[in-house]
Structures are given as C-alpha cells and as structure tokens.
C-alpha cells in the first residue's frame, strides 16, 4: 500500500474517521489469515476432547492445531509490524511526530 502524502488531520471527527479506516486497510490480508488460522488451530486443539475426533484424514487434530497456530504466528506478526510502519511513516509525514 502505498503512503499519502497529504498530512493527518486528527483535530476533527471526520479526519480521526478517515485515519481509523485508513489503518484498518493496512495489512488486512496477513492479519485476516492469521485469524482465520488461529481459529481453525483452537478449534483443532479442542476437537478431541470436546467432539471426540481422534484422526483427521490419519493425522491427528492436536498436530494439524498446533501447525496451525504456529502459521498463524507469523501472519500476526507480519500484519503487526506493517501497521506500526505504516502508522510511523503516516505520522511523520503528517507531522505528528517529527524523529
């Protein structure tokens, strides 16, 4: 995604509005997947005690959760660190915050 270079303006509602939509839209695709992974991990890791599933496919659910969850991690990661770049690089620019 590609920075504005219009600076930030968080003095009225509609320009903290705009920024807040702004910074959903940043990293949505790593953060969205990680999600979705880490759900599909949890629910992985309690399905043979709660539905009593003992193979999925000849592998076990609490193997593919924890494999799950550990690619989660990354994806995470990767969203939570292009945001804070994002955000920083937005910032400067806007003059917020001068470094």
């Known amino acids: 995604m590609t920075m504005p270079t219009a600076p930030v303006d ?3 509602k509609a320009g903290r509005k705009a920024f807040r939509h702004e910074m959903r839209m940043v ?3 790593p953060r969205r997947w990680g999600l979705w ?3 599909i991990g949890a629910l992985l ?3 043979p ?3 009593d599933i003992h ?3 000849g592998w076990s659910p609490v193997w593919l959760g924890l494999v799950a969850c550990l690619a989660a991690l990354p994806l995470l990661i990767a ?3 292009l945001r804070r770049r994002y955000r920083r690089g937005r910032l400067t620019i806007g003059g917020a ?3």
């Open 10 to 12: 968080l003095s009225t």
């Open 27 to 29: 990293a949505v695709r």
């Open 37 to 39: 992974l880490l759900a």
């Open 45 to 47: 890791l309690i399905a």
């Open 49 to 51: 005690s709660a539905l």
């Open 55 to 57: 193979s999925l496919l």
């Open 79 to 81: 969203g939570a660190v």
């Open 97 to 99: 915050h001068e470094t």
